[in-house]
């Protein structure tokens, strides 16, 4: 309740006592705890004051999902005089007809992050790396409902399935790579040598497979073949752009450059 001692005149000092409603009031109460509870806001008429709420920041979430997380927030009634204000009673906002805002609040999620795996690799489509071993592989990824994916670090690390395994293939025996032959190692039209590197490795993979191909033929690493013929032959002159007219009009044809890209123009 809010006493209004003495309204005297239009602009006095207002002041109100704020009582506790669980409290009785003593006979015996003395004057100094009285004046405990009187609080002056400054000179003006009574009609002028006005009760609020006043509400703090949210708290963190108490628990990210799970559906138990809870924020706080403190509400706090004021009485207001013009500018100035002072923390009262959460009572008389209530007898002033004010309903408090929300103290507290649902948060997180209802479902925690958890890991989803997808199905695993074909074995045999999967990379072999060693005899009749492949490596089967599959996707990991922490979601949480509606298939909605996170980053890692949103689930427990420990709890990570795993995403590549070990298994049987037929297929993951040594075989022979060949590559490229080289140029002919001979002078112009006289006899010489190709070469070409060949490299034993797991089946549909570049990784190095040991003596795992030595009961398999070896290919060739080498065959004969002849040089380029000794008579030099120009290359054909012709304009390799449709600018060249312009080229020329433009008196670029001492250039190297566009000597070559258009050298029938330039020629003419």
Not at 161 to 176: F, L, M
Not at 191 to 218: E, F, H, S
Not at 239 to 261: A, L
């Amino acid at each position: 309740m809010i006493d209004y001692p003495g309204d005297h005149s239009n602009q006095e000092a207002v002041p109100f006592f704020t009582e506790d409603s669980t409290q009785e009031t003593e006979e015996d109460t003395t004057d100094e705890n009285e004046e405990d509870n009187i609080v002056i806001l400054g000179k003006g008429k009574k009609e002028n004051l006005e009760f609020e709420w006043t509400t703090g920041l949210w708290s963190k979430c108490s628990e990210t999902c799970g559906g138990n997380g809870i924020q706080q927030r403190k509400v706090n009634c004021i009485v207001r005089l013009y500018n100035a204000t002072q923390p009262v009673d959460d009572i008389l906002c209530d007898d002033a007809g004010l309903t408090a805002p929300a103290s507290n609040r649902k948060c997180g999620f209802d479902q925690c992050p958890e890991w989803t795996t997808h199905e695993w690799s074909p074995c045999e489509k999967s990379k072999c790396f060693e005899w009749h071993k492949a490596l089967q592989r599959r996707i990991v990824r922490c979601e949480i409902a509606a298939n909605l994916t996170l980053d890692p670090a949103k689930c427990e690390p420990d709890a990570k399935p795993i995403d590549k395994q070990e298994c049987y293939s037929e297929k993951c025996v040594g075989k022979w790579k060949v590559g490229r032959w080289s140029e002919c190692a001979a002078a112009c039209e006289t006899k010489g040598l190709k070469y070409r590197i060949i490299q034993c490795v797991w089946y549909g993979t570049k990784k190095p497979a040991g003596t795992a191909c030595k009961d398999l033929n070896r290919p060739p690493i080498m065959k004969p073949c002849v040089g380029i013929s000794c008579t030099k032959t120009e290359p054909i002159c012709k304009d390799h752009s449709m600018f060249c007219p312009n080229v020329k009009m433009m008196n670029m044809c001492k250039i190297m450059r566009y000597q070559q890209q258009c050298c029938q123009t330039c020629r003419q």
